[in-house]
């Protein structure tokens, strides 16, 4: 590479203009988006209050306080207590965090593997394309709640294994998306020049390839993160997510939903706070798709 | 044309065979049996059952007997429920699905597609974003959320509709609005975005030069090409509304299929897992081939691929 440049390092600085990269002005027109802002600030407060709240509060999320129970939000406890007496502020904060983590690491494992199987597939073309995409097919038409059921089964109860399971049927559109734009991309001139160059296709896919990509991965992935969260919480519906005495949003609003006749509170908080992130994610996630001006992941 | 939906139906066979093969391995390799959860059943019996069912043979010979059975459209009994075949347990409840599905889907066209159009229309007015603004409500509160206040507001304190049960033609009212409400507004959504990538074509402003109305616009010129977007979605959505959703059953207490996607696998019931699975793939599969033979309808220009 380094004798085929040309020397740009001794052509005269054209100081008066600052560059305008891609990503310069994405970020432009993301700060011009009202909306998207709004988005942007929700979540970085709630992973905030999320992170460090609980730790400005003398309540825990399993200490019990039976005389307690039920405790209408007042001036002890914001959000009032749940049926152990347990302050519900602390216990939404709790399971912010791991609705959040797990929304943002599952969203992570789906992103890997769908990035790397339709940048494998998209580049490689022809029969072992048709193969790959065919699985793909094939695994769009299972019902992916027996799958997570079964996965969750026989992986243990154990958070971690959440986020893998959950990665690990959410990657297909992910995956779909990224083998069409290697599919355009790979026709390219920059990358028959360095096909020329005898780069091997790993480092065709991963140096060439992926970084042009970035733009609609990163739109999907925001718009990938409130239907992991969707299914966390319904895991944790079905009562295969956390367990107690620890809760994710998904168990809290379970809780709240049984109870909600008399005890209001214990479904509106945490259902309009799961709601909240899940608008935010959306309006992050559409600003992002104009900003970066992506059109394959539109819906 | 016949030729193709005649090609796309034969490659069901080889898709649904590795469904199968996949799903029936995919039980059996998962921890637990049919009879675990059965409180100490003495070995002797555990053995008469296993032999009963056939768990007691070779895993490969299970699979053949079961494919052959398959072919002949047997999906074999029940682990779970004694007595009852898997073809039973579906014709009993996929009909109440299917009611609370068709029910719902009616809700989400008719909701979802005139306010899309509406907001398409009237772009960038408080119309549009009042209409935006509800599909963002539908698709941001989750039916867990949306189902259990609805149930409140108007079972508990109006007392106009049962919380919960499906005998009643009232009783459909709650579900089926929970149900259609999330599925308006993504309809709603992508109504809206096709519409209004279409609108901005040149044979629009072709049409517009000429002096045709904006009725005559959005329906006899735009909504044809703006609706495949929508086309894409329905497909694999009426598959899943049809099958039956495990959260709105639950909530209203309704006997139908969605719940057994999620018994049958947290009870190992192996054959009603594998029937369920094959039932839901085949319906994907068929409506994937429907959207299809659609969208070439929709947009001519595709007949010459």
Same mark, same amino acid.
């Given at each position: ?299 | ?173 709650? &579900?089926? $609005?929970?149900?259609? +409400? %999330?599925?308006? *507004?993504?309809?709603?959504?992508? @109504?809206?975005?096709?519409? !209004?990538? /279409? ?55 309704? &006997?139908? $299929?969605?719940?057994? +996607? %999620?018994?049958? *696998?947290?009870?190992?019931?192996? @054959?009603?897992?594998?029937? !369920?699975? /094959? ?27």
């Amino acid at each position: 590479m380094t004798a085929a440049s040309p020397p740009i390092s001794s052509a005269p600085p054209v100081a008066t203009e600052a560059g305008h990269s891609l990503w310069s002005d994405a970020w432009h027109r993301l700060r011009g988006n009202r909306l998207a802002v709004f988005g942007g600030g929700v979540l970085l407060l709630l992973t905030v209050l999320c992170v460090v709240g609980p730790w400005f509060s003398h309540y825990t999320y399993n200490e019990q306080e039976l005389s307690n129970a039920f405790a209408p939000p007042g001036s002890a406890h914001w959000l009032g207590t749940d049926q152990h007496g347990r302050d519900l502020l602390v216990r939404i904060l709790y399971g912010g965090r791991i609705s959040l983590g797990v929304g943002l690491c599952a969203t992570l494992v789906a992103l890997s593997i769908g990035v790397v199987y339709g940048a494998i597939s998209g580049y490689a073309g022809n029969k072992t394309d048709a193969l790959m995409m065919r699985f793909v097919d094939i695994l769009y038409a299972l019902p992916f709640t027996i799958f997570v059921i079964l996965l969750m089964v026989f992986l243990g109860r154990n958070i971690v294994l959440l986020f893998v399971a959950i990665g690990a049927v959410e990657w297909l559109t992910m995956a779909r998306i990224v083998r069409g734009q290697v599919q355009s991309l790979k026709k390219m001139e920059f990358i028959e020049a360095a096909r020329a160059l005898g780069y091997s296709p790993r480092r065709i896919i991963f140096r060439h390839l992926l970084p042009n990509l970035l733009g609609p991965v990163i739109v999907y992935a925001t718009l990938t993160i409130p239907s992991v969260m969707l299914l966390e919480a319904f895991l944790g519906f079905l009562g295969l997510g956390v367990q107690p005495p620890m809760s994710s949003w998904g168990t809290l609003i379970k809780d709240g939903a049984d109870k909600m006749e008399e005890y209001w509170w214990l479904l509106v908080f945490p259902g309009s706070l799961f709601s909240l992130t899940l608008l935010s994610l959306n309006f992050l996630g559409d600003g992002l798709r104009d900003a970066l001006d992506v059109r394959a992941a539109k819906d | 044309m016949l030729r193709f939906v005649v090609r796309r139906l034969l490659q069901l066979i080889p898709v649904l065979f590795v469904i199968v093969t996949l799903t029936f391995f995919m039980v059996r390799f998962v921890p637990g049996g049919p009879f675990t959860a059965e409180k100490a059943v003495s070995p002797e019996i555990l053995k008469n059952l296993n032999a009963h069912y056939g768990l007691d043979q070779p895993l490969w010979r299970q699979y053949l007997s079961y494919l052959g059975h398959l072919v002949q459209g047997d999906f074999g009994p029940s682990f779970k429920f004694t007595n009852r075949t898997v073809n039973e347990i579906i014709a009993a409840k996929l009909p109440v699905s299917l009611e609370l599905g068709g029910l719902a889907l009616g809700v989400a066209l008719v909701v979802g597609l005139p306010l899309g159009i509406l907001a398409a229309a009237r772009r960038n007015t408080w119309l549009d974003y009042l209409c935006t603004a509800t599909g963002l409500i539908g698709i941001c509160v989750p039916t867990f959320v949306l189902g259990p206040i609805l149930a409140l507001v108007f079972g508990i304190y109006l007392r106009w509709f049962n919380v919960s049960g499906w005998e009643y033609a009232d009783d459909r009212v709650l &579900p089926s $609005l929970t149900l259609g +409400f %999330v599925y308006a *507004a993504y309809l709603m959504r992508l @109504t809206r975005g096709g519409l !209004l990538e /279409v609108l901005n074509l040149d044979f629009i402003r072709t049409a517009r030069a000429k002096g045709a109305s904006e009725v005559r616009i959005i329906f006899r010129h735009a909504l044809q090409g703006g609706l495949a977007p929508v086309v894409s979605f329905l497909g694999p959505a009426i598959a899943g509304i049809l099958t039956g959703s495990f959260i709105i059953e639950t909530i209203f207490q309704i &006997p139908g $299929l969605g719940r057994e +996607f %999620v018994t049958s *696998a947290t009870n190992r019931d192996y @054959t009603l897992v594998v029937g !369920l699975v /094959v039932l839901y793939a085949t319906l994907i599969v068929v409506m994937n081939l429907v959207v299809d033979v659609v969208q070439v309808w929709l947009n001519p220009k595709l007949r010459f691929e």
